[in-house]
């Protein structure tokens, strides 16, 4: 679920049903919720700690730092709609802006702690150890209680979406996973991890994705999670079920 306007830009339409809808997905059993500074910019961690703060103890908060906004990711052309992608997410990974991005998300997020703190990109700019160990840093201060990546060829791609190509296809593992749960194959998502283990890649010429166990429902953006029982029913045991970001 989006919580801010058209192209992850500005103000939702309806900011009162945003806080409700957050408030619900956590009462469903949401427990863990991702966002980043970005988004909006700063709109979503907003919305968040507006709607479910102080937090459930069982709750995960997740966010990111490293990209800066320069306009919507939709513009409207002749054409029609057109994505604009990583041009208007160009990373700064200084290790001041790290550093400040999360003392700000802090205190937009009402947190003294953020439970997850991700590299939102790698900035070509400057020297990976230096982005990662200003990460580590905050983590030894205190400041985070884990520092992730969401980038691939780095160690992980938290949520990386599947609903495409074979696996989504008829009879795939993805089409199967959503046909037992009386759901749709967009509707779900794999975990997966990179680089994957030495077994799973015999040969370096053909890398592939090693996927977890880890599946997780997650409802379409356009669609309100309240709604739907993506966000109750279809939860597996064991496994934390992703909210709005």
């Not at 863990?32 to 500074?37: E, F, P, S, V, W």
């Not at 102080?54 to 490293?66: R, W």
């Not at 953020?114 to 200003?134: C, K, M, S, T, Y």
Request: aromatic fraction near 4%.
């Amino acid at each position: 679920m989006q919580l801010t306007g058209r192209g992850v830009w500005g103000p939702p339409a309806d900011r009162a049903e945003c806080v409700r809808v957050v408030r619900r997905a956590v009462e469903l059993g949401v427990q863990l919720i991702d966002t980043a500074d970005s988004a909006g910019p700063h709109i979503s961690e907003e919305i968040i700690a507006e709607a479910i703060h102080p937090y459930p103890g069982d709750l995960l908060i997740a966010t990111k730092a490293g990209v800066t906004r320069n306009g919507p990711d939709i513009i409207d052309t002749r054409g029609g709609p057109v994505h604009i992608g990583p041009k208007v997410w160009p990373p700064v990974g200084r290790p001041e802006y790290l550093r400040q991005q999360a003392q700000m998300s802090l205190r937009r997020l009402r947190l003294e702690r953020i439970d997850l703190f991700q590299l939102h990109r790698v900035d070509p700019a400057i020297p990976l150890a230096d982005q990662v160990g200003e990460l580590a840093k905050l983590k030894t201060e205190g400041k985070i209680a884990a520092m992730g990546c969401k980038v691939n060829r780095i160690g992980f791609m938290p949520w990386s979406p599947v609903a495409a190509g074979a696996l989504a296809g008829p009879g795939g593992p993805l089409a199967r996973v959503a046909t037992n749960h009386e759901s749709l194959p967009p509707r779900w998502r794999l975990r997966g991890y990179w680089p994957p283990p030495r077994s799973c890649c015999p040969s370096p010429a053909r890398p592939r994705l090693h996927t977890s166990k880890a599946i997780s429902p997650r409802p379409p953006c356009d669609s309100n999670p309240a709604n739907s029982p993506n966000s109750a029913e279809e939860a597996i045991p064991g496994q934390r079920t992703r909210g709005p970001r």
